[in-house]
């Protein structure tokens, strides 16, 4: 029998991805995977609806979440799998961090439409699901919307970047706290892409180590934005602290160009990731 098809990192339009939670998940079995997680920014919102969905299609679903972390002037995001979902300072955290981003949206939009740029806040509302975690991807969903662009691509690189003058910074908490309430939660974390063009001077090996002691289980090696070099330096981490190492796609529909299952997670790491849970939450197999 082969092995199973294994995508630990998704997006739905809980967050910042274009497909509904059972439209992600059917769009996952279609692409021939047995095992898909459902890890939208900062919100549960999603899970209901993908473990009905995963139930019809037949595919097992790993509920999860994606933290976005502040670690001095840079992001680092971190992977919360089979979290309970009623754990009060998880809950709280990130109900902290959506509102941090809704406001600052409205004064991204209110710089940019000062520099002429044909959005308001409005438009960049209606792209945002209800009950989902608002996020720039949002407000190039507008200007796409608009026939201002033709991609969320180009809205990042022209005016949505992490150098842009109309960036805005929002609430996120520190990645060692943030790991210490997903194991609160009864769930397990997992550093994403840790050595991204954007992060690589920013999750450093001491950074790593001191999630390690909060309870950090693992390591996404394998994933679009890491090279040969990358994936080396994940080994050599995972070797000396005996981290699980994943792999996923990062998929977001039609808001990235990631595709389902072009990098994949062993059944080992999955099931190393099951034995770590120690919550209610467990993997939902059909």
């Keep these: ?17 274009t497909e509904a ?20 920014h900062d919100t549960v919102v999603g899970w209901d609806e993908a473990a009905a969905a995963a139930a019809e299609h037949g595919i097992a679903l790993v509920r999860g979440i994606e933290v976005s972390c ?3 002037e840079a992001g680092v995001h971190l992977l919360g799998y089979l979290t309970d979902p009623e754990a009060p300072g998880l809950m709280a955290e990130l ?13 991204m ?19 945002v699901a209800p009950g989902a975690t608002p996020g720039r991807p949002h407000i190039a969903d507008a200007l796409v919307a608009s026939g201002t662009i033709a991609h969320r691509d180009e809205a990042f690189r022209e005016w949505l970047s992490d150098d842009s003058p109309y960036y805005v910074g ?4 520190h990645p060692v706290r943030a790991t210490e309430l997903i194991r609160e939660a009864g769930g397990v974390a997992v550093i994403a892409h840790p050595f991204t063009r954007t992060r690589i001077d920013t999750v450093t090996d001491e950074l790593v180590a001191r999630m390690v002691e909060a309870g950090l289980t693992g390591l996404e090696a394998h ?11 994940c080994r050599r981490l995972a070797a000396e602290h005996g981290l699980v190492l994943t792999g996923s796609s990062d998929y977001h529909g039609t808001g990235k160009r990631n ?28």
Excluded: K, W
């Design 1 to 17: 029998m082969s092995a199973p098809v294994i995508d630990l990192h998704t997006h739905s339009n809980a967050s910042d991805g």
């Design 21 to 40: 939670p059972a439209q992600l998940v059917r769009s996952a079995a279609q692409a021939g995977l047995d095992v898909v997680a459902i890890t939208d």
């Design 70 to 72: 502040s670690f001095g």
């Design 95 to 107: 109900a902290r961090a959506r509102e941090s981003r809704a406001t600052r949206l409205e004064r």
């Design 109 to 127: 939009v209110e710089r940019m439409a000062a520099d002429g740029i044909p959005v308001t806040i409005e438009q960049v509302r209606a792209q």
């Design 170 to 173: 929002h609430y996120s908490p």
């Design 223 to 233: 994933h679009r934005d890491h090279g040969v070099a990358q994936v080396e330096h």
């Design 259 to 286: 595709r389902l299952a072009e990098n994949t997670t062993t059944p080992e790491a999955l099931a190393a990731i099951e034995a770590a849970a120690t919550g209610p939450t467990r993997v939902l197999r059909p």
